[in-house]
């Protein structure tokens, strides 16, 4: 819908690096793996379904181990995939998970703002993705459900603290409901 469109701008980035969203199936230049990780339920499906197809749900869908995605963009004049696993972050799941870490060049770890426990996860998240990852991996950490201000847990400046303190590569807020920032996290 508009407003959609209106949150998730990627105006002044667009314009400075040339860069356009191109169909799934193009050609490309670069290829990237990237792990999406944190706690269930916080929105690591919809965030990646609403940035790589558009689309948000309201139901819970529950992803079974891993689910995969490509988005292709052009920065540059080159043309880079990323290859997106979304994983499910349920326990029985997490050792699994550890063997993806080992060649990803990037990760993005989720909390919601309106669980304070998944925050407090991030932690853990980020001690597993550093002691079993790439030395040179990225990591950028997400506060998603941006929309439900009213029942926010965690602040802003809480975050930011975070990811300043652990060295994250970047930090923002989201919402995979309105597309708050859905697409200019994976740009
Ligand atoms: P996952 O377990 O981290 O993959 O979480 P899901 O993507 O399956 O989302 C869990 C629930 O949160 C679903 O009911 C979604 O509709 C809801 N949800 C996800 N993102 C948002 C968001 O940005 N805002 C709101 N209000 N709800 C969201
Ligand atoms: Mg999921």
């Known amino acids: 819908d508009s407003e959609a469109d209106s949150v998730d701008s990627l105006e002044g980035i667009e314009s400075k690096h040339k860069l356009k969203i191109l169909p799934e199936d193009s050609s490309y230049d670069l ?3 990237l792990i999406v ?3 269930i339920y916080v929105g690591k499906s919809c965030l990646t379904n609403k940035a790589v197809k558009n689309v948000f749900s309201d139901e819970y869908c529950n992803t ?3 689910e995969y995605f490509t988005f292709t963009i052009k920065v540059d004049n080159k043309i880079i995939r990323l290859q997106i696993w979304d994983t499910c972050g349920q326990e029985m799941y997490r050792s699994l998970i550890t063997n ?3 060649n990803t060049s990037l990760a993005i770890i989720v909390y919601a703002i309106n ?3 998944s925050f407090e996860s991030i932690d853990s998240w980020l001690k597993e993705l550093r002691k079993n990852g790439n030395p040179d991996v990225k990591i950028f950490l997400i506060g998603n ?3 439900l201000e009213e ?3 965690v602040s802003k400046e809480l975050g930011t603290k975070f990811y300043q303190d652990n060295k994250m590569n970047g930090f923002m807020e989201a919402s995979a409901k309105t597309g708050l920032n859905a ?3 994976f740009v």
């Open 115 to 117: 669980n304070y426990k």
């Open 37 to 39: 990780i944190g706690d």
């Open 100 to 102: 993806f870490y080992r």
């Open 183 to 185: 697409k200019k996290i």
């Open 64 to 66: 079974i181990g891993f």
């Open 151 to 153: 029942e926010r847990k």
């Open 145 to 147: 459900k941006a929309d």
């Open 31 to 33: 290829s990237f793996k």
